[in-house]
Structure formats: structure tokens, C-alpha cells
């Protein structure tokens, strides 16, 4: 069942340790894509530990899909550097939301399930699903892969939610 489920926001707050791709430093953006939709941040020059706190809206519809972000070095005068890729899976985000409706809870910053790395996702670190201003939220470090270092941590909101029916 294809059906929009609300707004997906992301801020892409900033780095770490993120590689070395041109001669002392790297030249870093972020690309993250959501099915056919696209984003990228702005370049932070000579940078390992860039600080972008840039904002992305992405429609969600069902199923909820995967998040997935790539790392690049800006490079002037040939292809660009990878420094790095990394996924979100939304469903756990989903299954939160879902449950605050069922379960109706409605007192602010409440924990509504907590996420932690394992093999098959990014997680740097665990991460707790709350909700906070009318709002599905949960703070995010995520591992990149493929490289020798560098984590990226993004704030992941769940907005404009659907209202269940009225029992």
C-alpha cells in the first residue's frame, strides 16, 4: 500500500574523524538519497571534523525504506573522492510511531524504543527514539563504512504524522 506517512526531517549535524582524501585534509559533503529523492549538504573545506547543521524534508511513504548517505572529498580538477558510505533503516522510526498511536502516549520525551549497532546496520553508538513536540525524533551517530574512520551524526524527525481514525 503506497501511502505518503508524513514528512521525514533530517539535519545533518556534523562529522568526525572523517578520512583524509587530498593532501593533509579533505573537502567533505554528504549526499543522502530516500527511494528518488536527493539531498546534498554544502562543501566545508579543509575539514575532518565538518560541522554542516543543514536541514533536508524527504516525503515518507510505506514501506519506510532506507536512509542511505554517502561521504565525498570535493576535488576541482578530477572525480570526486569517496570518503565513505553509510544507512538508516527507518522501519525501527516507523515501528515507534506506530506504537506511540496504539499505545497512545502523549507525555513529551518519552522513550518509545531504543535502537543499538549491530552487524546489519550503522549505529555508532545506541540511540533512543522519543517523542518530543508532537514529533518522532531520534539522535543518530552512523558508522561509515568502506573507510578507515569517520562518523556522521544526524537528528532523523518524524513529522506531519497521520491521525488514526476516531474508535
Known sequence: MEGTLGQLKI?????????????KSSDPYVILKLGNQTAKTKVINSCLNPVWNEDFSFSLSEP???LKLQVFDKDRFKADDKMGHAHLNLQPLMAAAR????????????????AIP?????LAAD???LWVNGEVVQDVWLRL????SGEIELKVKLTNLP???SK
Open 11 to 23: 539535519t545533518i549535524v556534523r562529522g568526525k574523524k572523517l578520512v583524509i582524501r587530498d593532501f
Open 64 to 66: 519506510a525504506g532506507v
Open 99 to 114: 506504537l506511540r498511536q496504539i499505545v497512545g502516549i502523549s507525555s513529551e520525551g518519552s522513550i518509545l524504543r531504543k
Open 118 to 122: 549491530e552487524s546489519d546496520n550503522c
Open 127 to 129: 540511540s533512543s527514539i
Open 145 to 148: 563504512r568502506d573507510v578507515e
Open 163 to 165: 491521525v488514526p481514525p
